[in-house]
């Protein structure tokens, strides 16, 4: 299986009454990709109020590169900021996930969401929030500074 996810496109969504979110069909295909495509890790950023989902695979190279981080305080620190704030979430058969209580109110997640594709992790974001970025195009105009030496 690959880990050279190409997750894109938004999608505005509703958690239903339990905190499930079913996962758009493009996505879940995208997924199929993984070794383990029912297996995902929720990472919620409470300063950006956003959740990030990491297919198995790229939480793999997340956890990896921790190993690169000097050993010192600050590693561990790091460590357990990532890996205490993280959640192991399942996509049922229906192809749905369980967002925690914990980590949808660290996010700031209600009930209307926008699911990102973000090349290779998929972003949950309030959809206000979403659709205020799309409104500035911080989604579709980069600094040309950042998009020198892409192949597009």
Do not use: C
């Amino acid at each position: 299986m690959s880990d050279r996810f190409s997750f894109m496109s938004k999608y505005p969504h509703v958690l239903d009454d339990k905190g499930r979110l079913a996962l758009p069909g493009k996505l879940r295909d995208e997924l199929a990709k993984s070794a383990r495509p029912e297996e995902l890790v929720a990472l919620p950023n409470a300063e950006k109020g956003m959740v990030a989902l990491y297919p198995y695979e790229r939480w793999q190279k997340v956890e990896a590169s921790f190993h690169r981080i000097e050993d010192s305080d600050q590693r561990e620190i790091t460590i357990r900021h990532f890996q205490g704030n993280s959640e192991r979430i399942t996509l049922d058969k229906a192809g749905r996930l369980l967002l925690p209580q914990r980590v949808r109110e660290m996010a700031g997640l209600e009930r209307e969401v926008a699911v990102i594709g973000a090349l290779y992790k998929i972003e949950i974001w309030p959809r206000q929030v979403g659709d205020e970025f799309a409104a500035r195009q911080e989604f579709t105009k980069p600094d040309p500074s950042t998009i020198r030496g892409l192949d597009l």
